[in-house]
């Protein structure tokens, strides 16, 4: 982030008609130095005309009208000013404004996808998770362009760093028991707390997940301010003697390196394959080709795959035991993000297994022919580390260490392990995916201090069907809400600290991530929708998903105690016809408007352990129904209460 420099003594650069006004200037303070400066323009309006407000003796109310406008590019700040002003100055009101900002709101925004319980006033409980989802989702929505037109497109975007716009500055801020915020002077460390812009992991882990489920295009963008630092991610890589393409721990304006510790900038590695999480993920929702082989910016990201595949294949070493094993050394965002250096980091390995794969994904996406190969020469490689690239696990106490020589116990602040099942989505046995959360989960503590862990740990114990823990852990998010405003920070609401990063963006993707993967049991694959069991949300019983995106059809869903409700409400274009399969490989072909309703939980306790994922169905577009006829099942144990789901659910749908 950086700081205008106002002209002297703080006067418009320049008059323009009718009492506009507009400055104009390149930034005073860069991230690095060699890092060019950025011009900025600002357009503003003079509310009276002069200096001052005049307000006459005796005058009880009267209104001022204030327009700003801010762009890096001048034709935008103007347009998006000029704009504002007619609307506002034709009619002497800021009404038609208004009515215009929710207007968009309601039918580009809301009406697009949502959240929500049935009847939140039923208890204030209730009322206080639908407010903070909503809140959630209101922040999330307005840090990203819509990008509904191909002009949008046009505009630069630099992604959503952690903190937001904010660049920190020289305060801390202490919450305060009525819910207001004390600034409080830094006594030293860092003068950007709030991550000073930079852009992080992050973004691509839990913002890009929870927009491009409602908004395609949200994350289309997302992935965009990666597209537009690749070619110093490129250069990056050749200044560490890598190949391929190494995006930075902490991205500057141009995607220079700017972590403020030479530890991360050195052996922060993950990073570039949770960009490459970023295009699968959203690949798995949209199978948008646009991002593979369209002839402008949006069509790089198999550029992209196959850089970051270089990168990990490069990096990937063969054991010196001789043992058909590659190791991953010299990590250093382990247990504590501290500057020591491991091996084998257990979530390093298998992220940079899944960008090893993603070039492979995404040519198996643009066939359409079952006998056609979707291999080259080049992602054979990438398939052989991947397949080798070693997995650190423990079969005795059946659970995934953190890297190669780790002991369990102590205090952690970043276990990222618990990531392993969700986002990235390890197919593992269910005993390791209890354990670890067990495991993990009282070492971070009651208060954090990373709000994506808890996350982590509600969608985790939300698929193992401990509705109590999944409730624990998103009671323990909301541990980092502060104010009446439901402002989400990095650290939890303590009057007795000072909070770090107060506006906290990956805590509202956290939040909506808990509930939208977690509490729905929605979970993403390569060529389909996976619907495990899903559970209520706390003192509920009946909440739903609106507008949920899955290859271009819009979805509601219903969950109640007892069914589940499926809907295709309407199709975006492109769109695919979808079919639902259960697990006896019965099939329903969805119509838009007609609604498949079946059992939430056809098996009872003494039927399966209360700790074992029940998948229910799978969606898939009809064109790809060849690909899943090979595709793994359901637990053996669970298969005879899937039939009688099925049973049930021939005779629950109707039109």
Known sequence: MTTLAYPTGGRAGSTLPDGKYMWEGPTKLTEKSGISQQMVY??????????LLPIKEGTTKETFYFITSVSTERRLAEDAFNRAYEMVFRTNSGQLLLDEHIQAWESEVWQNGMIGFEDPATSDRALDIAQNIYVSMYNLYSAVPLALSDSDW???????????????????????RDGSMLPRPKLGGRQDEGYGGHLMYDQELWLLPALTAFQPNMGKMLLSARVRIAEKARDNAKANSDTGARFPWEAALDGSEVSPATTFAQGALSVSADVAFGYRFYLQLTHDVSIIQASDERGRGQEIAFDVARFWQNKAKKTSTGRNQYDISGVTVGTEEASQQVTNDGYTNFAAKLALELPEYMLKILSTNPKAGTYNEETRRFREVSDYLKRPEDTSRLYHPEYDGYTSGGSIKNSRTVFLGFPLGMDMDWRYRKNDLELYGPLLGDKG???????????????????????????????HINGPFKVFSEDPFDTNRDLNTPNYFPGYGAYVQAVLYGFSGIRPQEFE??????????????????GFTYRGNKINFIFTATEIALKIDRQLNPAEPLELRFHNKTEVQLKVGQQITFPRDPWTPAQSDINIPRLLARLYATKDEWRLNNAPSVAPQLHIFVVAALVLSRLYAFL
């Open 449 to 479: 201090p990373y709000i994506t862990h808890f996350a982590a740990q509600a969608i985790g114990w939300c698929e193992l069907n401990d509705e109590r823990k999944c409730e624990d852990y998103l009671t323990k998010i909301e541990g």
């Open 154 to 176: 046009q505009r630069r975007f630099f992604g959503v760093s952690p903190g937001g716009l904010s660049f920190g500055g020289p305060y801390r801020i202490r919450p305060l």
């Open 529 to 546: 929708l996976e619907l495990y069991r899903p559970n209520l949300l706390p003192y509920s019983q009946r909440w739903n998903i609106t």
């Open 42 to 51: 600002v357009f503003f309006n003079n509310a009276s005309g002069k200096g």
